[in-house]
């Protein structure tokens, strides 16, 4: 029996051609694609096979998962998901043990060289017991299985760049995806977690146009990094004005004024949140009262606390200032002292 | 680690220990000089009065330079004062300051800063096209009075250009400014720029040599 197409699948769940074409201009509009490329994205979607997709879950909290397939139901993006054939995912499969690592080898082996490897999650390369599944180490099965794989979808990011498991001082030698692959095109899609769009943002362009988005500097497709949180911010004219929160419950707060005082990582940090947002729309992270942590820029978890505004440095200790004072004092009065002897020297010599 | 990593983090800790160590050195070795002998009978015994005087004196023009010399007096006044309006009240400077001695005080909004700051950097450009086009400000200039320009200037460019999200990635241009404000901090010892600490104490000293000699400082 042939599968089914995209279109096909969707429409059979009850998704009108209304709402999916919505879906597919706001699509174009959130890749900053001409409003002709709505009809185009749609026409691709349509007739597209659904493309068999491996998930690779290494060292990660599931959240990114979770994002995705609890973010709110039932809507365009997890519809979309769904209809993309997850041949393999150790969450979401009801296959365990051997069972699972034979529904994987098999959609490699039924889809050698098409399918997309999705991975969530870093790769432990300290000792390959950190983290196994079925026997075999995290590296080992990226490796086996990014051999077949058309793309690899890095997504969240700890398989981006390494996350919380590569935090300092990485007891795990934790790596990120691109560490591992470098013959094949890999896609970060960062975010603690990523917004869900984004995900099926990049799985409908590549299904639409058969290759992989345009990339930034850290390989995270531009359509949806292109912006920081601050340039697309709605506290953004506080600001400029130079009106900021100076705590959680000031009048500030409560006026919504801007969070770069408690901290705000929004003006450095490059994610779709503050356009697409959360939960079907509602709120992102700023809107909610909290400043942006940066999830979606690597090493995030090392650039200092979370609340530490971006204009502190960090500067040093009491201790080191104290000790160059004491030696810079030392040089001059040696100087000096020098200079003093010179002089007394020059005086004697005198007739 | 990044660019703005490394400014934020080990460029300014070293920035600061060489700012401290240079400032300390240089300025303990300028109080413990050798002094000149003194072997004349002092006409004035209260010379420290007369250095005293002269702090306050010497911050004003000469009457009798006064046409020669105040555009450069008054520009001075005007660079100086705005650059301090710009570093001590702005809020996210203020902010740093905060991290640094645990204290803060309110900040101005940010329209008066970038008002104050473009006349800051009128004023400089203007100070260095006299120096340019004047020939004995030229001929008495060197390499320091053009770093130290430099250096001085490049903060406020690169404060300009991170406000406004103008020529780069907001954190590249955040990490350019504060590099450039570390180079300042590294080069102000050793430069002209010790000026800052030096001017009051040698303003004194002169005052004090110059009343102990009977003439007016």
Redesign the interface.
């Known amino acids: 029996m042939p599968s089914k197409t995209l279109g096909e699948s969707l429409f059979e769940r009850g998704v009108s051609r209304r709402g999916f074409l919505k879906y597919c201009t706001a699509l174009a509009s959130i890749m900053a694609l001409p409003p002709t490329a709505a009809s185009a994205i749609a026409a691709a979607l349509e007739k597209a096979k659904k493309p068999s997709v491996i998930w690779l879950e290494f060292q990660a909290c599931t959240g990114c998962t979770e994002s995705l397939t609890r973010s709110h139901a039932p809507t365009l993006e997890d519809l979309i998901f769904d209809s993309i054939s997850l041949d393999s995912h150790d969450t979401l499969q009801a296959a365990a043990g051997h069972g699972a690592e034979q529904a994987r080898e098999q959609a490699m082996k039924d889809n050698w060289g098409n399918y997309l490897l999705l991975v969530d999650g870093s790769v432990p390369l300290g000792n390959p017991g950190f983290s196994t599944i079925g026997g075999v180490s995290n590296l080992e099965m990226l490796q086996e299985t990014a051999k077949g794989a058309a793309a690899v979808i890095a997504i969240g990011t700890c398989a981006a760049y390494g996350g919380l498991p590569k935090a300092s001082p990485n007891p795990t030698g934790a790596v990120a995806v691109s560490d591992v692959i470098k013959d094949k095109p890999v896609i970060n899609i960062p975010g603690c977690p990523p917004v869900p769009v984004v995900i099926t943002g990049v799985l409908a362009h590549y299904l639409t146009f058969g290759t992989i988005p345009e990339l930034d500097l850290h390989g995270r497709p531009l359509a949806f990094y292109g912006q920081s949180i601050h340039d697309r911010c709605y506290r953004r004219p506080f600001y400029e004005k130079g009106r900021f929160a100076e705590s959680f419950d000031d009048e500030g707060a409560k006026e919504g004024w801007c969070l770069y005082k408690l901290g705000c990582k929004g003006p450095i940090t490059y994610n779709a949140c503050a356009t697409v947002k959360w939960n079907d729309g509602v709120s992102f992270p700023i809107e909610s009262g909290h400043p942006c942590l940066g999830c979606s820029e690597p090493d995030f978890w090392d650039k200092g606390s979370f609340y530490q505004a971006l204009a502190q440095g960090q500067w040093g200790s009491a201790a080191g200032l104290g000790t160059a004072a004491a030696v810079g004092i030392a040089a001059g009065a040696g100087a000096a002292l020098l200079a003093r002897r010179k002089q007394h020297q020059a005086r004697e010599e005198q007739p | 680690m990044?660019l703005?990593?490394f400014?934020?983090?080990p460029g300014?800790?070293w920035a600061?220990?060489?700012f401290?160590?240079?400032?300390?050195?240089?300025?303990?070795?300028?109080?413990?000089?050798?002094r000149r002998?003194k072997l004349s009978t002092p006409r004035r015994t209260d010379n420290w009065l007369m250095g005293l005087k002269a702090i306050e004196t010497r911050s004003w023009p000469v009457e009798e330079f006064h046409r020669v010399i105040r555009f450069q007096h008054y520009s001075g006044y005007i660079w100086h004062i705005s650059f301090f309006i710009v570093l001590f009240f702005f809020?996210?400077?203020i902010?740093?300051f905060?991290?640094?001695l645990g204290i803060s005080w309110p900040?101005?909004?940010?329209?008066v800063?970038l008002v104050v700051g473009a006349i800051a950097v009128a004023t400089l450009v203007a100070l260095l096209g006299r120096r340019l086009s004047h020939p004995v400000l030229r001929k008495i200039s060197n390499v320091d009075d053009y770093i130290s320009w430099l250096v001085t200037t490049l903060p406020l460019i690169t404060g300009f250009m991170a406000f406004a999200?103008v020529g780069g990635?907001?954190?590249t241009l955040?990490a350019l400014h504060?590099l450039s404000v570390e180079l300042l901090m590294v080069w102000f010892p050793f430069g002209k720029l010790i000026h800052a600490v030096l001017v009051v104490p040698s303003r004194f000293q002169i005052g004090a040599s110059f009343g102990r000699r009977g003439v007016r400082a």
Request: contains cysteine; hydrophobic residues 50%.
């Open positions: 990044s703005l990593d400014a934020r983090g300014l800790h600061f220990i060489i401290v160590f240079g400032i300390c050195w240089r300025f303990v070795g300028t109080l413990l000089i050798a002998i809020q996210p400077h902010l740093f905060k991290s640094i900040g101005l909004p940010n329209d800063i999200h990635r907001y954190e955040l504060i």
